[in-house]
């Protein structure tokens, strides 16, 4: 810190002004788009020995505000990004406040698992007519990232403050599954809540016979099978100009079988705690996490039924027809799929609501259909992609430290797979050793290492030596710290040819 305050003590020998900061950029490592002057002071940003700090220059309320130490005048101070510094950033400067994307035709969530990410991201989708989600995590992701979500929410604020992007973010607490999670989302500011209804899902009626599906069925109360069956039994419903929907039957009573707890604990987390938010939240429906794939007429009951008791859905993500695999491109018939996310779609904009595409990322093959069909209105979702974005950094900048971790990951698979479901292969890639260290940042596109590398973040990141310090988690820190621009380059590369292929119009 001594250093630290020494450097920024000359800058005040100086005139402070806007120009005498930009005349000095390099010489202090100041993030150019991070000058600002509000209430009589100059506030910038730089990084110090790969540490990050606001600097305020001059006398005024947001230098009292905001903790730190006093450079000798006292009137300036080098301020940690800590979050009581995170809180004021948002109160003084509400562009680093995450907002509603409601609006917005083309929405992207970008999970930044290390924090780090949002920096590339936003010098992408600066130029494009695409509003980000920069803050998105699910349970499973803070759990394995040892992260908490003011730490998710502050990192992309102060991105959103180093690049002077001033067009609006969400904050999407992902894949929540309680009340406690959602409330907990909801404390922290989170703009958009995804909830996960997979322990809501009844997926063992598809196991069942007609009989016992009949037999299940009337153990239903008898009032709530009555208002439901006045409603769609044998009812025929149009989602286009030639296309309808019927609910016959058996396949009816299926559907409440597995689908009746879903709308139940749905409509209860809406009204307990998002209604009384009012339309600030951005609130999305996921029944994605099944084995199967979620029927046009299931997703359209349960719209209908979500409607009619009152929730506000602004996207909904069902299974589609295929594999949407993580980190790799999609498995399956495009037709097919085709055929299924357009009905999907049509239900969607019955209901006026955005499909939502979870497991988003590196969907090369599907993503114009995406697009051309939803005549651009969607929200997809990526995450562990700008994660092998990093590992790709670490491939090119620091060879020995990529091999260790990839050694790791091959040893503590079968670990990882605990949390999710891949099919990568790691009997199918050749020897470490044999591959050269110009081929190691190759590896990153072959699609087994991909999903491998994908699935053991956590593990890589909570590893610890024997003295109980971190085995890699500080190093990967330091490396991409070092080499922010290469990071964000890789980012610009590699998520800019997903905008490509959906054709996300330019600003
Ligand atoms: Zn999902």
Request: aromatic residues 12%.
């Amino acid at each position: 810190m001594k250093s630290l305050i020494n450097t920024y003590n000359t800058l005040l020998e100086e005139d402070i002004t806007i120009e005498t900061i930009e005349k000095n950029i390099n010489q202090y490592n100041i993030y150019p788009q991070s000058i600002y002057q509000k209430n009589n002071s100059i506030l910038f940003m730089v990084k110090h020995y790969n540490t990050k700090y606001l600097i305020i220059l001059g006398e005024g309320p947001l230098l009292d505000s905001f903790e730190g130490e006093f450079l000798s005048s006292t009137k300036g101070k080098i301020c940690p990004t800590s979050h009581v510094n995170s809180k004021l950033l948002r109160k003084y400067f509400p562009f680093t406040s995450p907002v509603s994307h409601k609006n917005h035709s083309i929405t992207l969530g970008l999970g930044d698992r290390l924090g780090l990410a949002s920096i590339g991201h936003i010098r992408l989708l600066k130029d494009y007519d695409v509003f980000p989600v920069l803050a998105q995590q699910s349970i499973r992701e803070l759990n394995l990232t040892s992260r908490d979500y003011n730490d998710v929410l502050d990192s992309a604020s102060w991105a959103v403050f180093q690049e002077g992007y001033d067009l609006g973010f969400g904050a999407d607490g992902d894949h929540l599954k309680t009340v406690e999670e959602v409330q907990m989302a909801l404390d922290c500011g989170f703009t958009m809540i995804t909830l996960d209804c997979s322990d809501h899902i009844d997926s063992s009626i598809n196991e069942f016979t007609e009989i016992e599906i009949e037999n299940n069925y009337l153990t239903i109360d008898k009032l709530i099978r009555d208002k439901l069956e006045k409603k769609y039994l044998n009812k025929t419903f149009s989602i286009s100009d030639d296309i309808t929907i019927t609910f016959k039957d058996i396949d009816f009573k299926k559907i409440i079988l597995i689908y009746l707890d879903t709308i139940q604990f749905t409509t209860q987390i809406y009204n307990d705690l998002i209604a009384p938010l009012g339309s600030k939240i951005d609130f999305e429906l996921s029944i994605d996490e099944t084995l199967f794939s979620t029927s046009i007429e299931a997703h359209f009951l349960i719209a209908s039924e979500l409607i009619q008791r009152g929730v506000e859905i602004t996207s909904l993500a069902p299974r589609f027809y295929g594999e949407f695999q993580k980190g790799i491109d999609y498995i399956g018939e495009k037709d097919k799929f085709e055929k299924d996310f357009y009905l999907h779609f049509l239900v969607s904009k019955h209901f006026n609501y955005k499909m939502s595409v979870h497991s988003g990322s590196d969907k090369f093959k599907v993503f114009p259909i995406i697009g051309d069909l939803t005549k651009g209105c969607y929200h997809l979702k990526t995450a562990g992609t700008n994660w092998l974005e990093a590992l790709r950094v670490i491939a090119l900048k620091d060879k020995k430290l990529f091999r260790e971790i990839f050694q790791f990951a091959l040893d503590n698979l079968e670990k990882a797979r605990v949390y999710y479901n891949i099919k990568g292969d790691p009997n199918k890639l050749p020897l470490l050793e044999e591959i050269s260290d110009e081929n190691l940042i190759k590896l990153l596109d072959n699609d087994d290492v991909r999903q491998i590398l994908h699935i053991t973040y956590g593990l890589i990141l909570q590893e610890k030596d024997y003295k109980d310090k971190y085995r890699f988690k500080n190093h990967i820190y330091e490396v991409l710290n070092t080499f922010e621009d290469t990071y964000s380059a890789f980012l610009i590369n590699h998520i800019g040819k997903h905008l490509e292929k959906l054709k996300v119009p330019k600003l």
